[in-house]
């Protein structure tokens, strides 16, 4: 659960969608699993070779994503040899694009080396450097959380008020 300010209303959420949103992608294998589908790579040894994560860790990671639809299996088969799966995002994969951007942008800003960042992103129909621009549903560009409300969603799920002085989870 997170606790979270709703206006004046200090509420402890129930159904978080940042914390559900973790709970299927936030650990770092994931993530680069994530990543290395968004570059085209598709097969398991490819996967493997490119994040450097163990096997066991791979295949669990593979597995999670196929089940939370994120991912799908594709067979496929080299002459020869038997059918093996290839992993291709679906539209709720593919829907994840904006957050790993989000955290390559945070990423090069804060933590590349000094020569720059590693991979720049560019629009293949013109080749400019892509920026992610954060925006409201009347396309005013919001530069920060110091320019948001939030407000009470028709799903909200509160429970009780948390303690003062208690810890929020």
């Not at 699993?33 to 994040?51: C, I, K, W, Y």
């Not at 080396?113 to 013109?126: A, K, S």
Request: net charge neutral; aromatic share 6%.
């Amino acid at each position: 659960m997170s606790e979270a300010t709703l206006g004046h209303m200090h509420v402890r959420v129930d159904n978080c969608s940042i914390e559900r949103t973790l709970a299927v992608v936030g650990e770092k294998w994931t993530l680069l699993v994530l990543r290395e589908a968004f570059n085209g790579v598709r097969r398991f040894a490819d996967m493997q070779a490119s994040t450097g994560a163990p096997r066991q860790v791979l295949s669990a990671r593979l597995t999670r994503l196929v089940e939370e639809g994120i991912l799908r299996k594709v067979p496929y088969r080299e002459p020869g040899q038997r059918q093996r799966d290839e992993y291709r995002l679906t539209q709720m994969g593919l829907d994840l694009y904006p957050t790993l951007m989000a955290l390559m942008q945070w990423g090069d800003r804060y933590l590349a080396d000094p020569d720059g960042p590693p991979v720049l992103i560019t629009h293949r129909g013109c080749g400019a450097l892509v920026e992610q621009q954060f925006r409201c549903a009347d396309g005013h560009e919001v530069a920060g959380p110091r320019e948001v409300t939030p407000i009470p969603g028709p799903g909200l799920a509160v429970s009780a008020p948390a303690r003062a002085g208690s810890a929020a989870g």
